[in-house]
C-alpha cells in the first residue's frame, strides 16, 4: 500500500488494535476514523475464542479511548452481518463491538467525537472469502468445488462499494446509528455455477458457527429501523443525553421513514438476488 499511496498526507504505522499506548499515537491529528481491524474468521474464532475477543472487542474499546484522547470528528465502526442475531463467537464480539460504539456517544461527553457503525455483508474477493477460495480450487485442477449447503445465500458487496457506502455515511451520520446498504444477495450455489459451470458440486454441510442465510436488520430491531431509499439505519437502542435521538432525517437532509412491524432484511428474502450473468460480472469487477 505504501508503495502505491504515498501522498504527503499519509503516514503508515506498524502496531497493534490491541496496544492502546500506540493507537493512540496514531490518532494524532486525526479527523476522521474508520475502524476495519477484527478477527472475522468464523472457524478459526470458534477454535480460538479469546483471541477474538481480545481483538474484535478490547480492541474495539481501545479504539473508542484513542479517539477521545483525540477529541477525533468522527468514528466509523465496521460491523458485520454476523452480529445481527448471532449465532458464532465472530458474531457475538463483533455485535459488542456495535454496543461499545453506539454507546460511546454517552461517553463523548462534551467531547465533538461522534461515534456510529457501518454493517454489511460479504466483500467480494477479501481474504478468506469463498470466491478467492475457489479461484483457487479451480486453478489446482480440483474435480469439484465444495458447497456448504445448497440452499446457503450470502449479501455481496465489492470492496469499492463498501468504501462509498462507509465515506457517504461520514457525511450523513448523527452519531449512534447503524447504516446498512441495500445490496443483492448471492446463492451459492450460482456463485459455483457462475466460476465453473462445468465442475461438479459437493456438499460437505456447514462448518462451525455458520448460518444458512445471513440478517442484517433483525426482526427484533424493527421498532428500531428506518427505511431510505438506498440504505437502512438502526436507530440505537439507548438514549443519547448529548445527541439527537430521532434519526428519521440525516445530516444530508435525506429522510426516511420506519419499516413495519416485524420486518426483517435476510439475504435468504432479499428482493434482489444476482443472476449468475450477474455474479460473473461481479467478480470481474472485483478481481479481475
Same mark, same amino acid.
Not at 483471541?51 to 481480545?54: L, N
Not at 461517553?107 to 462534551?110: I, S, V
Given at each position: 500500500m505504501q508503495q502505491e499511496f504515498h501522498g504527503p498526507e499519509m503516514r503508515y504505522f506498524i502496531g497493534d488494535v490491541r496496544d492502546r499506548e500506540r493507537l493512540t499515537m496514531a490518532m494524532r491529528g486525526v479527523e476522521l476514523v474508520v475502524h476495519a481491524a477484527a478477527m472475522k474468521q468464523v472457524p478459526a474464532a470458534e477454535y480460538n475464542p479469546m483471541?477474538?475477543?481480545?481483538t474484535n472487542i478490547y480492541g474495539a474499546e481501545n479504539v473508542i479511548h484513542a479517539a477521545l484522547a483525540h477529541n477525533i470528528e468522527k468514528v466509523i465502526a465496521l460491523s458485520t452481518d454476523k452480529a445481527a442475531n448471532p449465532i458464532n463467537l465472530y458474531g457475538a464480539t463483533k455485535l459488542c463491538s456495535d454496543k461499545l460504539f453506539v454507546a460511546a456517544n454517552n461517553?463523548? !461527553?462534551?467531547h465533538r467525537t461522534t461515534f456510529s457503525v457501518v454493517r454489511y455483508g460479504n466483500v467480494l474477493g477479501s481474504r478468506g472469502s469463498v470466491v478467492p477460495h475457489f479461484k483457487k480450487l479451480i486453478a489446482s485442477g480440483s474435480d469439484h468445488l465444495p458447497i456448504t449447503h445448497e440452499d446457503m445465500?450470502?449479501?455481496w458487496i465489492t470492496l469499492d462499494l463498501g468504501v462509498d457506502f462507509v465515506m457517504q455515511s461520514?457525511?450523513?451520520m448523527h452519531g449512534g446509528e447503524t447504516f446498512v446498504p441495500k445490496i443483492p444477495s448471492v446463492r451459492i450455489?450460482?456463485?459455483a455455477t457462475a466460476m465453473a459451470p462445468a465442475l461438479p458440486r459437493k456438499i460437505i454441510g456447514i462448518r462451525p458457527g455458520e448460518k444458512l442465510h445471513e440478517v442484517m436488520c433483525p426482526r427484533d430491531d424493527s421498532h428500531l429501523t428506518i427505511e431510505f431509499p438506498d440504505y437502512y439505519v438502526i436507530k440505537p437502542s439507548i438514549r443519547f443525553f448529548s445527541r439527537s435521538n430521532e434519526f428519521l432525517e440525516n445530516r444530508l437532509g435525506e429522510k426516511g421513514k420506519p419499516v413495519s412491524q416485524g420486518f426483517e432484511y435476510n439475504s435468504g428474502d432479499n428482493p434482489h438476488f444476482l443472476t449468475i450473468e450477474e455474479i460473473t460480472e461481479?467478480?470481474?469487477?472485483?478481481? !479481475?
Open positions: 483471541e477474538c475477543v481480545k461517553l463523548a !461527553g462534551a445465500t450470502r449479501f461520514f457525511k450523513r450455489t450460482d456463485l461481479f467478480n470481474h469487477l472485483a478481481c !479481475g
